[in-house]
C-alpha cells in the first residue's frame, strides 16, 4: 500500500484523532459537589458505563479512518500493453529435380540442396543456433517445381509451417518437372498481401513490412508467367524479394537413377543470378548466392537482422483505490480477512458511537 503522491500530505492531519481524548479529559474534570459519596462508593457499576472509555478510542479510530481516507491511500497496479509490429514471410521453396545435387554438406557429409534449406530455414523461423527466430511475425510456405502449390497460409503457428517446410519432396511425375519461377513468386505475393490485408484489417496484428523469400537454384523453364511479370506484381504491392540462389559454381554431383542403381553424375550448375538479382533489387530486396550450408547460414542471418519485427511497450498504473475499495489484511500469524473500505470503516464507528451516546450511555453534557 502507499499514498497518493498528489494527497500524501493531508496525513498532516492526522493529530485531529487526538481530539476525542481531550474532550474526553475536560468533561472527566467536571464535577457536582457534594459533601460525600461514601454512600455510592461501593454501588455496582453497569456493563455500559465500562464501555465509556471506548468511545473516545472509537471517535479517534473514525477521524484516523476518514484522514487517511482523504489522503487516498492506494494499491499501484502496473499494466504493460505491447504492440507487436510483425514482419509477413512467405518462404518460396524451389523443390525441381536440381535440387537434389549434392554439394551441400551437413555434420560433415553430402547432403542435397533441399535438405540443406530445410535445416537452416527451420532455425531461422523457430530459432536456435545463433538464430534469434520469428516469434512476432506470419511465416507462410510455398513450393514450386513445374507448378506453384500453397502449402500453408501466412500463420504464427510456427509448428505447422516447420513441418510443411519438412515435407517438401522432389517431383515424381513427369508433369511436375520444370521450375515455374514466376508462378511461384506471383502466388506467394497473391499470399502475402490477402493475409496483411487481414491482419491490418482485424487489428490483432500489425503488418510492418512484407517478404518474399525465394530459394532456387536453376532458371525458369515453366509456368505461365515470367518472373519479370511477378517482380513487377511484388513491386505494386510493396513486397520485398530477398532471392537465395543455391549451389556451388562449376558443377555439383547429381544422383541419377539406372538400370544399374543409383549413380553420380556430374552436371554443370546452371542459375540465372542475372533475373533473381533484379528480380530482388527492382522491389527492394537483395539477392544472394549460397555455395555450402555456412554462406546459406549467413544468408539467413544477414535477412534475420535486415527485417525485424518492432514491439512497441506502453504502461499504465491504475490505482485501486482503499478509501472506497475493501482490502485484504494479511498479518501472518492469522488467516488473511478483507476489511471494507477505510470510509466505510469510519461510518460504522461513527454510527455505533451515535446510537450509544443517545440511548444507553446518554448524558447530561
Known amino acids: 500500500m502507499m499514498f497518493h503522491p498528489s494527497s500524501i500530505w493531508l496525513l498532516l492531519l492526522l493529530p485531529l484523532a487526538l481530539l476525542p481524548y481531550l474532550r474526553h479529559r475536560r468533561r472527566s474534570r467536571l464535577a457536582v459537589r457534594f459533601s460525600s459519596l461514601e454512600a455510592v462508593a461501593h454501588s455496582p457499576r453497569g456493563r455500559m458505563v465500562r464501555l465509556l472509555p471506548l468511545l473516545p478510542a472509537m471517535r479517534a479510530a473514525a477521524i484516523a479512518c476518514i484522514v487517511i481516507a482523504i489522503a ?19 518462404m518460396v521453396v524451389d523443390r525441381s529435380d536440381s535440387m537434389r545435387a549434392l ?140 532471392a537465395i540462389g543455391l549451389g556451388t559454381k562449376g558443377f555439383a554431383n547429381v544422383p541419377v537413377q539406372t538400370p544399374f542403381g543409383t549413380r553420380m553424375q556430374r552436371v554443370p550448375v546452371s542459375i540465372d543470378e542475372k533475373t533473381l538479382t533484379e528480380m530482388a533489387t527492382a522491389t527492394g530486396g537483395r539477392y544472394f548466392r549460397a555455395t555450402d550450408a555456412d554462406s546459406l547460414r549467413d544468408i539467413y542471418e544477414t535477412i534475420d537482422k535486415l527485417e525485424k519485427s518492432s514491439i512497441e511497450e506502453t504502461k499504465q498504473v491504475r490505482y485501486r483505490e482503499l478509501a472506497v475499495d475493501g482490502f485484504t489484511v494479511d498479518l501472518r500469524v492469522l488467516p488473511p480477512f478483507r476489511l471494507p473500505s477505510l470510509l466505510a470503516i469510519a461510518l460504522i464507528l461513527l454510527a455505533i458511537d451515535t446510537i450509544v451516546t443517545t440511548t444507553r450511555l446518554r448524558t447530561l453534557a
Open 72 to 90: 487516498r491511500p492506494v494499491i499501484p497496479n502496473e499494466t504493460a500493453r505491447t504492440l507487436v509490429e510483425g514482419v509477413a514471410i512467405e
Open 103 to 242: 554439394d551441400f554438406a551437413k555434420e560433415g557429409k553430402q547432403t542435397n540442396r533441399l535438405d540443406a534449406l530445410k535445416e537452416v530455414g527451420t532455425r531461422f523461423v523457430r530459432g536456435g543456433d545463433g538464430f534469434a527466430g520469428r516469434p512476432n511475425d506470419l511465416i507462410g510456405v510455398v513450393c514450386f517445381a513445374g507448378k506453384a502449390d500453397s502449402l500453408v497460409p501466412l500463420t504464427l503457428d510456427h509448428d505447422v509451417a516447420i513441418e510443411a517446410l519438412d515435407q517438401i519432396d522432389f517431383p515424381t511425375q513427369q508433369g511436375e518437372m520444370g521450375t515455374a519461377i514466376g508462378d511461384a513468386v506471383a502466388l506467394g505475393v497473391d499470399k502475402l498481401k490477402d493475409a496483411s490485408d487481414r491482419a491490418n484489417r482485424d487489428g490483432k496484428m500489425r503488418i510492418k513490412s512484407r517478404v518474399l523469400l525465394l530459394l532456387t537454384d536453376g532458371e525458369s523453364n515453366a509456368g505461365e508467367l515470367s518472373p519479370a511479370d511477378a517482380t513487377a506484381l511484388a513491386k505494386s504491392t510493396d513486397i520485398r524479394i530477398y
